[in-house]
């Protein structure tokens, strides 16, 4: 088969889709030509990731394409149902990248409890002439352990973000939609041993008004926030916001205010709601740890996604 990665695909996954005989493209196609492109090319598979959007244009005009693959977690830069309904095969890597995420929310907490993202503004500027002024003005750090993280959305990687949060001597508050009233998380330590945590699904209430930081792993898409002026305004002063999820679960109005009138301490976002030209206001925030969608932006985390993706459309074919 001939298969298009249109966001690219890592070199593993490359040679282990060849070594199965399948051609594999990573020509960059302009949204705009990606239908053409495909037709003229009898492109039989379009891997994605966030960029590149198949949409029901895209689908109404490749008959012959036949899977439809996003190298992550969330799909809704496609139209899924509507590729299914058209005979498409749709599928992603959900658990590739989880690691990676999780790891950078916690890049963002360490960060931001010690001021690193101001900090490392403020110090080539002024940390020859301010040294003891900029000292005093970041000695004032918290530690995480024995602080509790809300954790909103509790699939893959929103338990991969409790794992660390336990090692560091977290309290884990999670909320989950659904029935399911407690979650076994298990660690996995270096030499073999292995320890299982039962933690209890807790309201959104709970997450709001017992959390030091709230950290967000839900699928945007429904254009309403998940985080907006009412919530900010049930959570502890001084608390703190990541956002690796979507861009739009957070309103981002509301957060630069909570930050500008102190009711929040600091917040991180690697997803905005107008990617990728997010408001110079929020970019401008000294308040404001930020990272352009980064996320599952590994080494490894590509590897992984790319072997995966060979792996579903090898067992397809």
Same mark, same amino acid.
């Given at each position: ?40 090319? &009898? +492109? !039989? =598979?379009?891997?994605? *990731? $966030?960029?590149? #959007? ?6 109404? /005009? ?14 809704? &830069? +496609? !139209? =899924?149902?509507?590729? *299914? $309904?058209?005979? #498409? ?6 658990? /590739? ?221």
């Amino acid at each position: 088969m001939k298969i298009l990665a249109n966001d690219g695909i890592s070199a593993s996954g490359i040679e282990a889709l060849e070594k199965a005989g399948h051609e594999v493209q990573t020509t960059k196609v302009a949204q705009e030509q990606l239908a053409s492109y495909i037709n003229e090319n &009898n +492109i !039989d =598979v379009l891997l994605v *990731r $966030s960029a590149t #959007k198949v949409r029901k244009d895209i689908i109404d /005009a490749c008959d012959n394409l036949k899977m439809i693959g996003r190298g992550g977690v969330g799909m809704d &830069n +496609i !139209d =899924v149902e509507y590729a *299914r $309904s058209k005979g #498409k095969f749709v599928f992603n890597t959900p658990a /590739a990248s989880s690691r990676s995420v999780a790891e950078l929310v916690f890049a963002h907490l360490l960060g931001g409890v010690r001021f690193l993202h101001d900090s490392n503004r403020q110090m080539p500027l002024e940390g020859e002439s301010r040294f003891k002024d900029l000292k005093k003005a970041y000695s004032k750090g918290t530690e995480l352990m024995g602080k509790t993280i809300g954790i909103i959305g509790f699939g893959r990687i929103g338990q991969e973000v409790a794992k660390m949060a336990i090692g560091l001597g977290m309290n884990v508050v999670p909320y989950n939609r659904g029935d399911i009233d407690e979650f076994s998380i298990e660690l996995d330590f270096f030499d073999g041993q292995k320890v299982t945590f039962n933690i209890p699904n807790s309201t959104m209430e709970d997450v709001l008004s017992k959390s030091d930081f709230i950290t967000l792993h839900v699928p945007g898409g429904d254009g309403q926030p998940v985080i907006g002026e009412k919530e900010i305004a049930k959570m502890k002063d001084g608390a703190a916001i990541v956002n690796t999820a979507r861009g739009g679960v957070v309103n981002e109005e509301e957060l630069a205010k909570a930050l500008e009138e102190e009711k929040l301490s600091f917040a991180a976002l690697d997803v905005f709601t107008d990617e990728p030209t997010p408001p110079v206001k929020l970019l401008m925030m000294p308040q404001l740890s930020l990272t352009p969608h980064i996320g599952g932006s590994t080494e490894e985390a590509q590897d992984r996604i790319g072997l995966e993706l060979a792996e579903i459309i090898i067992s397809k074919a």
